[in-house]
């Protein structure tokens, strides 16, 4: 009884009380909700959710294992957000009930070894630091290219591992050689003449796993006119630690990132990926308690922005013409470049410009597809439901090639076609299909 009343304050000092009081229950969130369209649970809605944080801080509601699992299993894709009349900020009611809880379990030692060690490996290392990032992927490329992978898969050795899992590594893009990622150079400058100063935000998995799609990213932007800087000293976003309740980490790596790119002369942070852009906008959030550090935050923040968003603003399509071979092609939206970044629009302007294809637009193009950073590995059920409900919007537009904006998303939709698609079907990153669109490429 002492421990869970510890959390429930825990958990009324870190959540706005107002915030939890601007729900109306109006219950504009629930058609938006993916949770909640594939159970009709309330507790599987935003307003079920926020009813529960609020009855927890007014006592009335045990914080117990199954408030954990009600708030775990929540996507945070933030469709809710744009649909709520009231304006409430559910993605900070969320994360911070999540910081309270994972903050208690650690100083309670209610986290089980398991739990513990899974997060020492993950957040203080892999995802704290890009070189330890680039180690891991260096492993990866090692077993993808010495024969490890095939000879792992001929003896049936990934049979003993869960079931995603094996279906994640069937997927895993191959990974480019260090001397690859080493090649380039900080400074880009623009082709023809300057229209815009741009510091490129690489991200941890995509200038890593993904490292290609930074590549072509870049040669968009300076087809745009962009001049470029790529600071070295950039950390990974902190999104995969705010998602999970680790909200030290994340201030730590937003600190970082902010003093790496505060000092640039340039006029715009450019981001390739959804859920990295959304958590670059969240920085003032989790800074908050710091006026200096919030003030440094605010001025960063205002600087950031899709790549797709700056294409348009820059007039990219009036200096290029985009060609590819017929082909129909549908775009599933970054559930946080369109619900954090207003970033709907300007991906299907630059696909409707290819010319020689036909682009359908997808039904329920803005739910999510189950990706949700890593929830499809820790919530793989609920996940692949989704996944399975999305392939069929997909199978509708007869589409041939699926783009997407953000690198789970790119993977979940490559495992859905994997599942439930066809041979002729292919995922691919908008800025990965802009570049194969551009002349003489």
């Known amino acids: ?84 009349p009231a304006g409430v900020r559910y993605s900070v009611l969320l994360e911070d009930a999540r910081a309270a809880i994972t903050e208690h379990k650690r100083a309670t030692g209610q986290m089980d070894v398991r739990e513990r060690v899974i997060r020492k490996v993950v957040f203080d290392g892999l995802f704290m630091n890009k070189a330890n990032m680039e180690t891991a992927t260096g492993f990866l490329r090692f077993y993808q290219q010495s024969g490890v992978q095939t000879l792992t898969r001929k003896l049936h050795i990934l049979d003993w591992f869960p079931d995603q899992l094996q279906k994640m590594e069937a997927i895993l893009p191959p990974v480019p050689p260090k001397t690859e990622r080493r090649r380039r150079p900080e400074r880009l400058k623009a082709a023809g003449q300057p229209t815009a100063r741009i510091a490129f935000f690489s991200g941890c998995l995509m200038d890593t796993m993904f490292y290609e799609t930074n590549a072509n990213t870049m040669k968009l932007l300076q087809a745009a006119g962009c001049d470029i800087v790529i600071p070295d000293t950039q950390q990974c976003c902190g999104a995969l630690h705010g998602h999970a309740g680790e909200q030290a980490g994340a201030v730590r790596l937003a600190k970082q990132n902010i003093e790496a790119f505060e000092a640039l002369d340039v006029d715009h942070v450019i981001t390739n990926a959804g859920g990295c852009g959304a958590f670059l906008l969240g920085y003032d959030h989790l800074l908050k308690q710091d006026s200096a550090w919030l003030a440094r935050a605010e001025r960063f923040k205002a600087k950031v922005k899709d790549f797709a968003s700056i294409l348009i603003e820059v007039g990219f399509l009036d200096r290029v013409t985009l060609t590819l071979p017929n082909q129909v092609i549908t775009y599933q939206d970054s559930c946080h470049l369109r619900n954090v970044q207003q970033g709907a629009l300007a991906p299907r302007l630059l696909l409707q410009a290819i010319q020689g294809t036909t682009y359908v ?15 499809n590995l820790l919530q793989p059920i609920i996940a692949n439901d989704i996944l399975e409900m999305k392939m069929g919007h997909v199978r509708d537009t007869a589409a041939q090639t699926i783009v997407t904006s953000n690198p789970g998303c790119h993977l979940q939709m490559q495992l859905g076609i994997q599942e439930h698609g066809t041979d002729s079907m292919r995922a691919v990153h908008l800025a990965d299909l802009l570049a194969e669109a551009l002349p003489n490429t």
């Open 361 to 375: 637009e997808q039904r329920h193009a803005d739910h999510c597809c189950g990706s949700a950073g890593v929830y």
């Open 1 to 84: 009884m002492r421990q869970s009343k510890q959390l429930t304050t825990r958990m009324t000092d870190k959540l706005d009380y107002e915030e939890l009081l601007g729900c109306m229950r109006c219950g504009f969130c629930l058609p938006t909700c993916p949770t909640y369209i594939r159970s009709k649970d309330e507790t599987a809605s935003p307003r079920g959710r926020i009813a529960i944080m609020k009855g927890v801080v007014d006592g009335l509601i045990e914080p117990d294992a199954g408030v954990e699992k009600t708030l775990n299993e929540c996507l945070g894709c933030l469709a809710c957000e744009p649909a709520c």
